[in-house]
């Protein structure tokens, strides 16, 4: 499985931006394994943002991006997220990630098997 990530660049806060991730492999990992985005900035470990449940199509978000970011699954190979109102703190490099993911408690718990390079969001004026 290979994942590459697309999308990223400057945009001022409150702007809006579009990450994609394309997603190439075995139809059968692609169909049954969920699908993650994270973002990482300097000095601070990697952390998920959002997950589209394979097991029941659930999308989970945590707290600082929900209502602002959606994310979907457009097809077997692409998934999308749609980052609106965006703020200086969303600033990070994005990356897309393949494996499992569920909610306990509001808190994602997640195995990834397979990630994508970055791609670099700046929100800045």
């Known amino acids: 499985v290979q994942l590459q990530a697309s999308g990223g660049g400057l945009v001022q806060p409150g702007g809006s931006l579009t990450l994609s991730c394309a997603a190439s492999g075995p139809k059968p990992e692609l169909e049954s394994w969920s699908l993650a985005w994270f973002r990482q900035v300097p000095g601070k470990e990697r952390g998920v943002i959002a997950c589209i449940s394979a097991s029941d199509k659930t999308i989970y978000y945590t707290d600082p991006v929900e209502g602002r970011f959606t994310a979907s699954k457009d097809n077997l190979n692409t998934v999308s997220l749609q980052m609106k109102t965006l703020k200086p703190e969303d600033t990070a490099q994005y990356y897309c990630?393949?494996?499992?993911?569920?909610?306990?408690?509001?808190?994602?718990?997640?195995?990834?098997?397979?990630w994508g390079e970055g791609t670099l969001v700046t929100v800045s004026s």
């Open positions: 990630a393949i494996g499992q993911c569920t909610r306990v408690s509001g808190v994602i718990y997640w195995d990834m098997y397979y």
